[in-house]
């Protein structure tokens, strides 16, 4: 089956800086791969997806690239803010349903 | 506002005990899933329907934890008996499939003492 590594665990940026998490899968045939933020208390919600068909998607700070070759994408938080201190989750599916999650990385944001 | 609803929020019981979980879809999702996260494993799919219908269980330990859909509005998971180990956050979300959004509800912190 799949599997997801997340690196690093914890990640700690000044604030306005930018944060990098990264992830690798193994199964060559998963083509979908989102990026989930978990806050305190709550459940993960999407913040930003992206297909094997596309290189790099953009949506304001954030920022996924996709590296099929080489099976790994990330995620690019630019101009950090107090409020994206949270856990974030890579997550892969070959489209047969079956979201496999990286093991998080703890994101804080020092003011 | 559309969400995944689950209940309850937090519940403690004895080991031993049975602990049903339940879920409600978003309305029009055909996909649903149930998660369990710890600090040691993260978010670990135990099963998923589709349609209603149970694609997948292989994460669940079949002797005591088993996951329905009676109807398309709810989702259950219960464990029975349950054990200490079982102590976590179980999530449920739902989504339209074939690699789209899942949509996870504010879990269930279960804790058997």
């Known amino acids: 089956g799949e599997n997801v590594e997340q690196h690093p665990s914890t990640l700690s940026v000044q604030e306005g800086d930018s944060a990098v998490i990264k992830c690798t899968y193994s199964?060559?045939?998963?083509?979908?791969f989102p990026w989930y933020k978990q806050e305190l208390g709550k459940g993960p919600q999407l913040i930003i997806d992206?297909?094997?068909?596309?290189g790099e998607k953009k949506d304001q700070r954030i920022a996924v690239t996709l590296n099929k070759t080489a099976k790994h994408f990330s995620l690019h938080i630019t101009e950090t803010q107090p409020e994206d201190s949270a856990v974030y989750f890579c997550?892969?599916?070959?489209?047969?349903?079956?979201?496999?999650f990286g093991t998080g990385t703890r994101l804080t944001i020092i003011p | 506002d559309a969400r995944v609803t689950q209940t309850p929020r937090d519940k403690v019981t004895e080991m031993g005990q049975e602990v049903t979980m339940r879920c409600q879809p978003i309305?029009?999702?055909?996909?649903v899933f149930w998660y369990r996260q710890t600090m040691m494993q993260g978010l670990e799919l135990l099963a998923y329907?589709?349609?209603?219908?149970?694609?997948?269980d292989s994460g669940m330990p079949k002797d005591r934890f088993s996951a329905e859909m009676p109807d398309a509005t709810l989702a259950t998971l219960k464990i029975q008996p349950s054990e200490p180990r079982d102590s976590a956050v179980y999530f449920c979300?739902?989504?339209?499939?074939?690699?789209?959004?899942?949509?996870f509800g504010q879990g269930t912190r279960l804790t058997v003492v």
């Open positions: 992206i297909r094997s068909n596309v």
């Open positions: 997550a892969a599916t070959d489209g047969n349903e079956k979201l496999t």
């Open positions: 199964d060559s045939a998963s083509n979908y």
């Open positions: 309305l029009g999702h055909n996909t």
């Open positions: 329907f589709r349609n209603r219908a149970p694609l997948d």
């Open positions: 979300a739902s989504g339209l499939g074939g690699g789209t959004e899942a949509f």
